[in-house]
């Protein structure tokens, strides 16, 4: 990857973090005006920063750069969008990236009149993100994936019909995670109960796989329990409710669930009820939905009330992952996540970053595991990577690189790794 400039503005979670994975490969400045925070991240990680409000003519007359990639993500939406507009009138900009969290600006258009190249809804996508699952509610996730159609699918093995899986043109077992360690798949394999198993297949295969795969969970989800009047479980109740969902969000605080109620109308039943009474829960037939969403920015509380949801006998739930360290955790107790708004930002702005080249990266198994994607141009050749496992799509069907082979023009390579080397795939 070519080495870049690039200014972040906001040193919060996620500008850490992106600092901390862009540093290396690229010339980063974090500008913030809290002081105590850069220094934290000076500690940690070698970039220039800027103190100071990005408001401020010295502030940015400080940056001194030109062709910059700007990133802004304060926790501010009206920050976010002024920045471009500010650093502009002083330098020529490469590109912007700005997040917004406030779902008003995605419905009122903001973006028309904004000459930013990406803009992340991170509230909206996060939700967006759960609305997607829920067409296949035996997935434990997916993950869809850029120069194809063909998602990456993973479901925690639950009485199967199938003791076996083989690789074939429609269906692509990639590994599979086992006691908290991963394996890939070669050939074929023998599924174990409890096993969380990654294949690729299209959209229109995906719930037969799933079908042989998952028995457990419901083939089809009509009724959701929300938990957590967040303005995140807000967001997902709307979008749930204009899918012709049946949904019900329970919020413990009196305030939170009036306000909930007075967005949301008559197309959501908004409870007020302690998360923890079982017993009116079940009265109020909560424990009939089908699945359940916890939505809250904690992910101690996420889980902690997942399994306050089982107990009433739902047994599908899906939580919020607000933190990666976390992730390996909610995964040991079976529970299915979706990354929260502001891990899906940070995600979101590294994979529109890698989009501008030739190869395509996109991150699986908490960020423990890389998956390279790239088109050919021309005939070829491919070895088998040395680690990991290498797949060709070619005509919506998929090769296994398990020995040398020859690739043609406009053959999609997928490399899954958790080396996360691109070398193989830059070689081809």
Known sequence: MRSMDIVIVGAGKVGYNLAKALYRDNDVIVIDKNGEALEALKENIDVMTIEGDIRNPSTI?????????LIAVTDNDEINILTPMLV???????????????????????????????IIYSLHSTAKGVVKLLKYPRANNLK???????????VTISQPTREVLEEREDFMPIGFERNGEFHFIRGSYKVEEGDLVYFLAFPDKIK????????TFPEEVKKVLIVGATP???????????QGKRVVLLEKEKKKAQHASQILGEDVLVINSAYEDTEALVNEGLNRADLAITAFYKDEENIIKSFQVKELGIKRVVTINNNLNYYSLMHKLKLSTIRGPKLHTFYRILEEIESRYLIY???????????????????GKAKPPEEGKGVVIRDNTFIPIEFPLKLHPHDIIIHFTLGGSRKWIESL
Do not use: M
């Open 88 to 118: 502009e009138s002083y330098y020529p900009v490469r590109d912007k990236i700005i997040r917004l969290q406030d779902p008003i600006y995605r419905k009122n258009r903001v973006w028309k009149n904004l000459n930013v190249g990406k």
């Open 144 to 154: 869809p994936l850029p120069l194809t159609d063909a998602k990456l699918v993973s």
């Open 61 to 69: 007359e400080a940056i001194n750069k030109e062709r910059f990639l």
């Open 208 to 215: 037969e796989c799933l079908g042989y795969l998952n028995t």
């Open 232 to 242: 995140l479980g807000i967001e997902i109740a709307e979008l749930l409710s204009h």
């Open 361 to 379: 990266e996109r991150l699986f198994l908490g960020a423990k595991g890389k998956v390279y994607l790239k088109e050919t141009i021309r005939d």
